[in-house]
């Protein structure tokens, strides 16, 4: 899809990857980037970056009946070519199987069900108005044998084979799912897996891993929209390796 004169979405918009990625899709000539975040303070600095293309939500994804009336609400006049579904939340210090049962539903609503809701808005808007592209955020570790954080790596398993189920959206709607999948990354999300840092259980992960730079996880969100070739539900894993950004490709895979 050309981006330049389009209406992008991008949850997580506060800080990482999802601003770096509203930051690219302004400079890739988005006419308008809507920013959706629970965090006002970092909503108005990733706003003040993108410029005047930028607008501001604020709105809690682990609500999400609200979450899935403002998608709605939103797509009702018109609809968005491009939905970032970015956002994405760690257990935190309690893990499972020591976590509160809210937590629980706290992270599966902020990572899974909210995504799948607004996909489903979208999708059904974008398909009325001619199509359109969604990349929704998962991770490596989907691709993996597990995970310390029992929650977050399935949430995010949920998220890799929702988008390979939407496949089909491309041919049946022209609305093309795909999945970017970011290695280990620096963004704020690695200070809060032990509640306000780095948990202990991180420090071998973060020994033993080369950390990707949000613009590297923005630059192949930005190629997996621009695309139409892709089939749908294919995703990009995104490593560094050596110094050097590496991609594993889902159709390669196939």
Known sequence: MEIRGKWAIVTGGASGIGRVTALQLARQGAARVT?????RVGLAQTAALVGAAAEAVTLDLADVTAAAAWFASVGAERAPDILHNNAGV?????MFPTMPLDRIGWIVDVNLTS?????????????DAGGGVIVNTVSTVA???GFRDAMYATTKAGVMMFTRCCASLKDEWNVRVA??????TDTPILHTTGGDRAADWMAPVLANNERCTPDDIAAAVIDL???DTLPGGDWVAVRREG??????WGHDAR
């Open 90 to 94: 760690v257990s935190g210090a309690a």
């Open 243 to 248: 110094g050097v950004v590496t991609r594993q």
């Open 179 to 184: 999945g970017v999948l970011p290695g280990l």
């Open 35 to 39: 920013l959706v975040d629970v965090d």
């Open 115 to 127: 995504l799948i809701a607004a996909t489903q808005v979208m999708a059904q808007r974008m398909r």
């Open 143 to 145: 691709l993996g044998t």
């Open 225 to 227: 929209i621009a695309d």
